[in-house]
Every structure is written in C-alpha cells, then in structure tokens.
C-alpha cells in the first residue's frame, strides 16, 4: 500500500523554528516535494529531495533520509504569512509522474 | 507569466446534472495531472494526461468520470450525473515536457464543485 504521515497541526511562535515530519511506506520512491498551500488556494512548490541529506533554500530546508522512509521540512524565522498548510508528497515510479499526499500539516504562527 | 489556469473557479451543481471543468497549463508545459481534495482529507491522484494521450487514469472513479487533453485547447475533467460525494476541490497540475517523474508539478487555483 501506499502511505505518508504527517502530523495534523502544529504551532509555533513568530520568530522560532519549526520541524514538520513526513514518514512514508510506498511501493517504489523517485523523490519527494513539499508543497504549502493557503486556505482557499492552490499549493505552491517548496522543495524537493531525491537524494539523502539536506536541501537549504532561503528560510526552508528539507531533509531526506531514503532508509528510514523519513523527511522534514525546517521553517526558520517564522512569520505570520507561514501559517498554511503543509503538503508531503511522495513520487512513486519513475513511469508517471504520480504524486502521493499526505494530509497536510496546518501549522499556525502565533504572535 | 500566466500560471496554471482553471475556470470555473466555483460551481455549483444539482444531483444528476453534469459538470465540466476546465484547465490550462502553464505556457510550455504538455503535461497535465488532475487530484481532488476532499474536506478534511489530502489531495487524491485522479489522472494524468499528456496531449491526446491519458497516461496513468489509476486514480479514477471508474464511473462517471472522464478525463481529455485535446491537441488544441484546455484539459476537461467531466463528471456526468453528480453525486454529493463529488464536492469536493479539484486541482489541475502541469509539468513541462520532458515528461520526467521528478519535474515539479505547479498548480492550479482549484475549481471547487459543491454538490446540491
């Protein structure tokens, strides 16, 4: 089967730094993306990992680690406009380019 | 640049009537994906198109639901004889045309179908 956890919700504090955890069980593995998405609009692209470590872009990181089928997204300098909704998604074959979500994580900045 | 467009942005639909929604990659992108969201849940794989050609459809309903990308033209997703169960949001995405499982999908706006 196909499967991708992520926590429901999170909060976190303008300023600080947040940790958002992925796991996943697929049938095969050929990368994996970070989306956010507001409420009401489309997800946006963030990031993508293929190879184990970690992905550094502005104030977001991804990290990926193959083995233990985990990943996570780091947010830094939280703002206000970070509070979205969090999309993990796993590519499963090389042969379409088929995208498997988790839930999402919605994550609220409080002042 | 203009984005992944989908019109209409809100229907709204009796039980048995049929609805159609539309999407326009991004300029140079060939290929097409289509997910619903259900409320409370994550984005669900429906099917994934290419121009004239569906490439994977694994994740359609087997009824009522079908999926087209002509050569000229937006991609239609077409639910005939709606149910309420197929409110929902429904999401297009493109990538560009080296077709590779990895190239970033951008999306759309959404159309959101409420079903009465």
């Known amino acids: 089967g196909q499967n991708i956890d992520q926590p429901t919700e999170m909060t976190a504090t303008e300023g600080a730094i947040v940790q958002i955890n992925c796991t996943y069980q697929?049938?095969?593995?050929?990368?994996l993306f970070w989306y956010q998405q507001h409420a009401g609009e489309a997800p946006t692209f963030l990031s993508y990992?293929?190879?184990?470590g970690l992905e550094e872009k502005g104030r977001f990181s991804s990290f990926l680690s193959r083995s233990k089928g985990y990943s996570y997204l780091l947010l830094k300098e939280l703002q206000m406009k970070d509070s979205a909704t969090y999309l993990c998604?796993?590519?499963?074959?090389?042969?379409?380019?088929?995208?498997?979500f988790g839930q999402g994580t919605t994550l609220q900045v409080k002042p | 640049n203009a984005g992944v467009m989908q019109n209409p942005r809100h229907l709204v639909r009796r039980r048995g009537q049929e609805a159609r929604l539309r999407c326009s990659p991004m300029?140079?992108?060939?290929?097409v994906y289509w997910y619903r969201q259900l409320p409370e849940e994550g984005l669900k794989f429906m099917v994934y198109?290419?121009?004239?050609?569906?490439?994977?459809e694994s994740g359609m309903p087997k009824e009522r639901f079908s999926a087209e990308f002509p050569k000229e033209g937006p991609s239609i997703l077409r639910i005939q004889q709606v149910v309420r169960g197929d409110s929902a949001a429904y999401f297009c995405?493109?990538?560009?045309?080296?077709?590779?499982?990895?190239?970033?999908?951008?999306f759309g706006p959404g159309t959101r179908l409420t079903v009465l």
């Open positions: 995405a493109s990538s560009p045309p080296s077709g590779a499982s990895t190239d970033t999908q951008y």
């Open positions: 697929t049938s095969g593995f050929n990368g």
């Open positions: 990992n293929v190879l184990d």
């Open positions: 998604a796993v590519s499963p074959s090389s042969n379409t380019g088929k995208l498997i």
């Open positions: 300029k140079g992108h060939s290929h």
């Open positions: 198109l290419q121009k004239e050609n569906i490439i994977d």
